[in-house]
């Protein structure tokens, strides 16, 4: 989230698309009522009427996976009613009320100029640069025209980049961008914007996502109202915007609305995404994903990371903050391995392993995991606190993958599915030879630590009590582990042990592993003044007394101040992890006091925006920052240079200062699968052709060639099937089936059905209902419903079904019942590999002897 | 370990029943307003913690009694959500111990598992393990594994990459935990490495 | 300490159960544990209604919608005690075991006292009470009483994350409840409406509808039943004689299954004390027409006919 949960009510619009936030992340309904109360629209855009629909004032029904549709009318409608009615006005100096043109001139990319190559085949449906025998762009011609460049001053400001201890590297060089400030150069990104989304007509996307005009109509022109200058339009969205093989298109979607708006970096704004794991933004910031590495950096890899100078040199921003990279990664380097990192030795770059990134090598994400079982490349696994077995796509592939296993260990709270795979009603244990360990972990609040919620605050969670018998926290587990390995590599042969025994592990207070000296790694201290391993640190007080030389320890540079308080520095209380002030100062719901928001306790991710260009705030009465013509009077911690060694900077137009060029991208070079997001149908399309281009689905999805993947047909399979969660239940349903009150609540697994379909199919609520697919088939339990209705899409009438996916076979006290993902497809999207749960084929029927 | 939560219960919970017990004297003796000795939450410690779910990021209270969980509930001091719980944080007592339907007593929550097991090959059920065997079997296998399907150098570049293991999780462990899980994997060569951020 | 209620606002309630859930924990109320147990209503409303071990039940209903841009109507209710002003199962209460918190208001519970007679079962104009097992102990809200003697707000109330439920002094409550139908009605929701204000002489549980009583599963104009207008001069002697015990002087029956557990019946009008085996009075107090009062019992309190018992 950009934003935080109590900022909600500071909003004039919301709008919910791909989440159903009342019912998935229920904390938020609170915020959401209170700006409702104050008078705020809602908007819900789904294919469900949903529990947050029924709290909304407009509900608008899309056929599922055709968002980025809704969005490109979106962006038409805001281009033709808002901006191009007004653009001449503007620059003519006339003052214009409904549209907020500084913003969009100064804050974003709009007025760049792009490479004269730039282009996109409506025929084709692809973008410059689209190389066929890969499925791959090249994004050369996505990028800017060049105006100036300018190198580092290594001898003033960039001093530190050449100091001893530094590894050596060539330092970027700032290529200033040519623009057109009147947005009239056809090649500036404005006006590309502009051509791309013309073809994103209200009939052309109402025909595509089965909405009626009307409602279309007053969605756009409701939120749209909010790229008034001091009005603020907030999107919320979740799974149901990411699990597409376009869904990190979404987000680029979503983003380039909210520029357009100018609703980023404003209270009541941003591009808001509801994490649904308890600590997966702490996850996620911890770079637990394979090409990344903690606070946002990006893992050693086989081609542009191959050795610390090309990181240092690929990464390395060359303007804004992020020209400051090589002080978080030798930093980085220097916890990891300790006095073994040497400028001599690169830091032991070289000892971590570098992801195989070649164009031709075999990717190591969540799905692909398990094609790399199949294939036996893959012996043994760890699984902590997931479960794979009922929520990865194509689930009885993955049972069937991971029975090709040597050996598995689960860290969890029961015997899961994946814990129990070899249980499952379709498998034969005496058939499989995986060793399986399951290892006890502690519950919440049997041990101690810290955990990120979705407005990156980081809290702490205190121990109240012992775990049960022999229960331990993942800590422990942990350190059990590697304390083991580490002896066996001591004692004997192997394969290079060097990463293995240079890898520092200094994290015990009295002899006893404990997560506090964990959390001064990730906070950071000085070098010279700590001895871990004799409990004396020297914390530093924020990232920005980081350096590249060696002389700083930082794991996690994005949380330093987190943990800065060296006069107790064993009491989290004592830190600003574990501040309990509740009062808010600001009036806006920041509570800067309590706890600690990463980056540097900032509430508001790119504040600088909530301002104009002399540093007034766009709505007075919600002042973030503040140019008072001598200083910023600031709010909420400054999310740009707001002084320099002291001295004030007066107000300019570097409003996102972690991108080189500090201003927003509406046009992005940075996306594998196109600069701007397009519509493509899904994987699995019920339609058999894309009125917006000629490319059926996205050119660039990952895994469709996968043997295991078996792409249905709408002659098969003519319904649109999605996935969700209800609030009773969560995810892999681990825990919560493990909660009698829960069950009771949300007993089965349950289908939701149109009246119109169930009297199709002869089908009542509560009956049985078979759902199948290429890949499955499940029964479970019908509801019938009003909340469900078809859809006119391409002309005809098309039906939609949902499907919860909470139960399974390892129920204790649940519902044993099928595994639902066991028809989802295990295509990704190629940005984020993340898979198209939510929009997929099936058809129907009533289960034999499925009455009630 | 200081608590960081003003005793609710104890402190802000006795001063409003002190009032309480002003209000009332004139108009009945029967009411106990000091805790009554079948008050639930007599006797409790209080340590504050953060829900298990989403990340919607809501304090709860725990209450502790001799070693044993009381209650739960929503931390009514915590600024997101007031004193709030969904039903999936409401029932987080459960998790640890849950009603027994017969007696109608607290007992520990039966579901979970709490011991080490192991399934062994071919097997049809678990049986039992001690946690040094455990992390014995498990540390020795993984380095088998690693042994077996090392790359220390690949077209001469120094890869250290172990291709043969895979770590999956991360979004339900504190902070702490995913950067230990992390670093222990990393360290191993393990390039496999993933969470539910992914999906 | 003014009287008490809960306020209960549909337009802010997200019918996320966690109200449910909230006073199963507090309350130490069990749940089914066995796999596959739990039998699935085919909609979110689960379990269907109360039972021997629920005292609170989110309800769910769909319509039509008739605003324009909302086509459903998805009606949240939250069916529990009301916490009636006239209770008229702590005025049948003979035993004592259900009575009027004086200080809040709030018809609270000593199961202690439960002798399983299942008068408040019958008497309830809302269908509230229910038996843990035809012998077992009667089951319904307490209003959270201990909570409020530690000055904190119903297990359900304080869980309540949209805020819907609150709970406070009854006439603030009463005076946000307005304030709140005045917001619905701008809304455009017209069948929007209080409830609580004036029933069973003013509910402590007070209500605003967004479409109307039925939809959100209440009682349209209930009626203390004319059984329990009756009944409601036998006082129970377990309940006058404050304090003291009076052994084997419990009252009437449990008509489950044959069981007859007491024999004597108290009128507290008359301060007569009633044989229900005979009819004949015991102790008289003054001249009360026995038979009627013994025919009224024996006929018209037809226990069990009400499901919902939880096993």
């Known amino acids: ?852 | 370990m200081d608590l960081t939560r003003r005793g609710f219960f104890t402190a802000t919970g006795a001063a409003f029943a002190a009032s309480m017990a002003f209000e009332l004297s004139s108009q009945s003796s029967a009411l106990a307003v000091e805790p009554a000795s079948d008050w639930k939450l007599v006797n409790t410690e209080e340590r504050t913690n953060v829900c298990c779910y989403c990340a919607g990021g809501c304090g709860s209270l725990c209450s502790v009694r001799d070693g044993e969980l009381i209650n739960v509930e929503g931390d009514p001091d915590h600024p997101v959500n007031k004193g709030g719980l969904c039903p999936k944080g409401a029932s987080m007592f459960q998790l640890r111990n849950i009603v027994d339907p017969k007696t109608r007593e607290v007992m520990k929550n039966p579901g979970r598992v709490t011991k080490p097991m192991v399934r062994r090959p071919g097997a049809s059920e678990w049986e039992p393990i001690t946690w040094d065997d455990a992390v014995a079997e498990i540390a020795r296998k993984v380095k088998e594994t690693r042994d077996a399907t090392f790359v220390e150098t690949e077209d001469g570049l120094t890869v250290n990459w172990t291709p043969g293991i895979a770590s999956l999780g991360g979004s339900q462990q504190n902070s702490e935990e995913e950067y230990l899980i992390t670093k222990m994997m990393r360290s191993l060569g393990v390039v496999a490495i993933d969470n539910q951020a992914r999906v | 300490m003014a009287e008490k209620a809960i306020l209960f606002d549909t337009s802010r309630c997200t019918g996320c159960h966690a109200c449910q859930i909230a006073c199963k924990c507090w309350n130490v109320l069990p749940s089914p544990t066995r796999l596959n147990e739990n039998t699935f209503s085919g909609t979110h409303q689960n379990p269907p209604d109360l039972n021997g071990a629920t005292r609170l039940i989110m309800t769910y209903s769909e319509a039509d919608g008739a605003l324009p841009n909302k086509p459903v109507a998805w009606a949240f209710g939250r069916r529990s005690c009301q916490h009636c002003t006239d209770a008229p199962c702590a005025s049948i209460c003979p035993s004592g075991t259900l009575y009027v918190h004086e200080e809040s208001g709030m018809v609270t519970v000593d199961a202690s006292k439960c002798v399983a007679c299942h008068y408040c079962v019958t008497a309830c104009p809302f269908d509230v009470p229910r038996y843990n097992g035809m012998q077992g102990k009667v089951n319904k809200c307490t209003g959270c009483v201990d909570r409020i003697e530690q000055g904190i707000a119903p297990a359900c109330v304080s869980t309540c994350q949209p805020e819907a439920l609150s709970f406070g002094d009854r006439d603030e409550m009463l005076a946000e409840a307005e304030k709140r139908l005045a917001m619905l009605k701008s809304r455009g929701y017209e069948h929007a409406v209080i409830y609580g204000a004036e029933e069973i002489g003013g509910l402590h549980v007070i209500q605003v509808f967004k479409y109307g009583v039925e939809a959100h599963g209440q009682v349209l104009d209930p009626k203390v039943s004319p059984i329990t207008t009756l009944t409601n001069i036998m006082k129970p002697v377990t309940g006058v004689v404050a304090g003291a015990t009076v052994i084997g002087l419990a009252v009437m029956f449990g008509l489950a299954a044959g069981y007859k557990r007491d024999k004597l019946a108290y009128n507290a009008e008359t301060e007569d004390t009633i044989s229900l085996e005979t009819g004949e009075v015991i102790k008289h107090g003054d001249g009360q027409d026995t038979e009627s009062v013994k025919e009224h019992i024996t006929c018209n309190l037809p226990i069990g006919k009400k499901g919902g018992d939880h096993e």
């Open chain 1, 1 to 852: 989230m950009t934003s935080h949960w109590c900022d909600f009510r500071n909003t004039d619009v919301i709008l919910h698309c791909g989440s159903n936030s009342v019912e998935n992340h229920p904390v938020g309904s609170k915020w959401l009522n209170k700006a409702h109360e104050l008078g705020a629209k809602w908007i819900v855009v789904d294919p469900r009427y949903t529990r947050t629909a029924e709290m909304a004032d407009i509900y608008c029904p899309i056929r599922s996976g055709t968002d980025i549709a809704f969005y490109g009318g979106m962006f038409n409608y805001i281009i033709e009613r808002l901006i191009e009615p007004n653009l001449a006005d503007y620059l003519a100096g006339k003052e214009v009320p409904d549209y907020n043109f500084e913003y969009l001139l100064n804050y974003t990319n709009a007025s760049y100029l792009l490479d004269p190559e730039y282009d996109f085949d409506v025929e084709s449906g692809l973008f410059s640069g689209f190389d066929e025998a890969t499925k791959s762009y090249s994004n050369n011609s996505w990028r800017y025209q060049t105006d100036s460049v300018e190198e580092w001053d290594t001898t003033g400001a960039y001093a530190w980049a050449v100091a001893d201890g530094v590894p050596e590297f060539t330092p970027p060089v700032v290529k200033h961008p040519k623009r057109d400030m009147t947005l009239a150069d056809p090649m500036c990104v404005y006006q590309q914007l502009k051509n791309h989304y013309t073809r994103y007509d209200l009939d052309t996307v109402c025909n595509i996502c089965g909405m009626d005009k009307e409602t279309l109509e007053l969605v756009y022109e409701t939120y749209s109202a909010t790229a008034a200058p001091g009005k603020a339009g907030m999107i919320l969205y979740a799974l149901g915007q990411t699990q597409h093989t376009y869904g990190a298109q979404n987000t680029r979607a979503m983003s380039v609305m909210q520029l357009l708006l100018g609703n980023v970096g404003v209270p009541g704004g941003g591009v808001n995404a509801l994490r649904g794991e308890p600590n997966v933004q702490g996850a996620t910031d911890m770079g637990m994903l394979v090409n990344e590495q903690p606070g946002y950096l990006k893992w050693a890899n086989t081609t542009d990371r191959s050795s610390l100078r090309k990181w240092l040199e690929s990464q390395t921003n060359s303007d804004g903050y992020y020209t400051n990279k090589p002080k978080f990664m030798i930093s980085a380097l220097k916890e990891w391995f300790g006095d073994a990192a040497t400028v001599d030795n690169d830091y032991g770059y070289d000892w971590w392993p570098k992801v195989p990134s070649k164009k031709t090598d075999p990717d190591y994400t969540h799905v692909s995991t398990f094609e790399l079982m199949s294939q036996d490349v893959i012996k043994g696994f760890f699984c902590w606190g997931m479960n794979p077995c009922h929520s990865a796509p194509n689930a009885s592939n993955v049972r069937r993958a991971m029975a090709n296993l040597d050996w598995l260990v689960v860290a969890d709270l029961v015997a899961t599915e994946s814990a129990t795979f070899w249980k499952a009603p379709d498998m034969n244990p005496a058939d499989i030879n995986t060793t399986v360990y399951f290892l006890p972990a502690a519950l919440i609040y049997e041990k101690p630590g810290i955990v990120v919620n979705s407005g990156r605050w980081l809290q702490y969670r205190y121990q109240s009590l012992e775990p049960w018998e022999e229960a331990k926290p993942d800590f422990e587990m942990c350190d059990l582990l590697w304390t083991e390995i580490c002896r066996l590599y001591e004692d004997e042969d192997g394969a290079n042990p060097d990463p293995i025994l240079n890898t520092k592990w200094d994290y015990y207070i009295d002899g006893k592993i404990d997560p506090r000296t964990v959390a001064w790694a990730l906070n950071g201290y000085r070098i010279s003044d700590s001895n871990l391993a004799e409990g004396k640190v020297d914390l530093l007080p924020s990232y920005s007394k980081l350096a590249a030389d060696g002389s700083t320890a930082c794991a996690m540079w994005i949380y330093s101040g987190f943990w800065n308080n060296n006069n107790a520095p064993l009491d989290p209380s004592a830190q600003p992890v574990g501040r309990r002030d509740n009062n808010d100062e600001s009036g806006l719901g920041l509570y800067s006091n309590w706890a600690f928001s990463w980056p540097a306790n900032r509430r508001i991710l790119y504040n600088r925006n909530s301002a104009d260009m002399n540093g007034k705030p766009w709505a007075a009465d919600k002042k973030l920052v503040e140019w008072t013509g001598e200083k910023w009077d600031l709010v909420d911690q400054a999310d740009f240079v707001a002084a320099n060694n002291g001295v004030p900077v007066p107000p300019d137009d570097k409003s996102f200062f972690m991108l080189w060029e500090q201003n927003a991208r509406l046009e992005s070079y940075g996306m594998v699968d196109g600069p701007l997001p397009e519509f493509y149908e899904p994987f699995e399309s019920p339609v058999g052709e894309n009125l917006l281009n000629g490319a059926l689905s996205s050119p660039c999805m990952s895994f469709a060639e996968y043997e295991s993947t078996k792409h249905g047909d709408a002659s098969d399979y003519p319904i649109v099937a999605t996935t969700y969660s209800v609030t009773e239940q969560w995810q892999g349903g681990g825990q919560t089936r493990m909660c009698p009150a829960l069950v009771e609540a949300m007993p089965a697994q349950f289908i939701e059905i149109s009246e119109e379909l169930a009297a199709e199919k002869g089908i009542e609520s509560g009956d049985k209902v078979r759902v199948f697919n290429n890949r499955g088939s499940v029964e479970v339990a019908a509801v019938v419903t009003k909340r469900v209705k078809p859809l006119q899409v391409h002309g005809g009438q098309q039906h939609l079904v949902g499907l919860t996916h909470h139960y399974s076979w390892a129920g204790v006290f649940g519902t044993e019942a099928a595994t639902v993902n066991d028809l989802t497809p295990n295509v990704v999207d190629p940005n984020s590999f993340t898979p198209e749960y939510k929009a997929f084929l099936v058809n129907i029927e009533k289960a034999t002897g499925g009455e009630r």
